[in-house]
C-alpha cells in the first residue's frame, strides 16, 4: 500500500498516495455512514490495520472532496455532510482540537511503502472481542468529530476490528443483491467497537458497499 509521510507540527502523519475517490464518510454526530467501492473498502481495512501497529503515526483519509455518490449525495448531507478520517493511537494522545493547525502544515510529503498486517489483525479483534463482555472493559473506538473531520482514537486491538470489518465489508458487499445496478448494500458497522452511552444514544458508523460507476450492468 502507497501513503504519503508527512512531518507537520512535530507529528508523523500518513495519507493513502491516491484518494479514496467513490468513498464517503458522513458525520456520526448525525448518523455515520462510510460508503465505498472495493477499492475504497480494502484500502480502509489496509489503514486501519497500519494503524493499529502504528502508534506514533497518524493517519489521515481525506474523504469530503471525493467524486459525487450517485444517487446516495443527498443521503449523505442529510446525515450530516461529509468529514474526512483521522487514526491515533489512544497512547499518542493527541487531542482532536490540534489536527486544524497540523493539517494547515501538510505538505510535499515522501512516498513510502508499508504492507498491512491482515492476518495478525484477525488475531487481535479475536482478543478485543474474548475482553469485550468483562467488566469494567474500557477499550473502546472513541469518536471525536472536530473541523470536518472524525478523529477516531484507540489501541491496538480495536483498531484490529475496524480493519476486519473493512475487510467483511469487501468479502460480504459484491455478493448482495442490488448493487450491480448501482445500490448501496449496508453489510458492516463499526457501532458495536464505540463506548454504549447512558446519557445519548451510542453513536453509529455503518459501513456500505457501493459497486464503482464503471462496474455497474447497463440496462
Known amino acids: 500500500m502507497r501513503l504519503r509521510l508527512f512531518q507537520a507540527a512535530g507529528y508523523r502523519v500518513v495519507q493513502p498516495w491516491r484518494p479514496l475517490r467513490h468513498t464517503a464518510l458522513s458525520d456520526p454526530e448525525g448518523y ?13 481495512a489496509g489503514l486501519f490495520a497500519f494503524a493499529a501497529y502504528s502508534r506514533h503515526t497518524l493517519v489521515h483519509v481525506p474523504l469530503r472532496d471525493g467524486a459525487p455518490i450517485d444517487g446516495d449525495e443527498c443521503f449523505l448531507e442529510s446525515c450530516g455532510g461529509r468529514v474526512d478520517l ?13 489536527w486544524p493547525g497540523v493539517r494547515r502544515r501538510l505538505a ?16 487481535d479483534a479475536a482478543a478485543w472481542e474474548g475482553r469485550v463482555e ?5 477499550d473502546w473506538l472513541r469518536p471525536v468529530t472536530h473541523a470536518r473531520t472524525l478523529c477516531l482514537t484507540g489501541s491496538r486491538d480495536v483498531f484490529a476490528c475496524a480493519s476486519t470489518e473493512f475487510a467483511y465489508a469487501l468479502e460480504r458487499g459484491p455478493k448482495q443483491k442490488r ?3 448501482g445500490d448501496a448494500a449496508r453489510v458492516a458497522s463499526l457501532t458495536g467497537l464505540f463506548e454504549p452511552e447512558i446519557a445519548r444514544r451510542r453513536r453509529e458508523l455503518d459501513i456500505s458497499y457501493k459497486q464503482h460507476p464503471s462496474a455497474l450492468r447497463t440496462r
Open 32 to 44: 455515520g455512514w462510510l460508503v465505498g467501492d472495493r477499492e475504497g473498502l480494502a484500502r480502509l
Open 134 to 138: 468483562r467488566q469494567g472493559f474500557r
Open 86 to 98: 483521522l487514526l491515533a493511537h489512544h497512547s499518542l494522545g493527541f487531542p482532536a482540537s490540534r
Open 179 to 181: 448493487v450491480s445496478r
Open 108 to 123: 510535499g510529503g515522501t512516498p513510502m511503502s508499508v504492507r498491512p498486517d491482515l492476518e495478525r489483525a484477525v488475531r
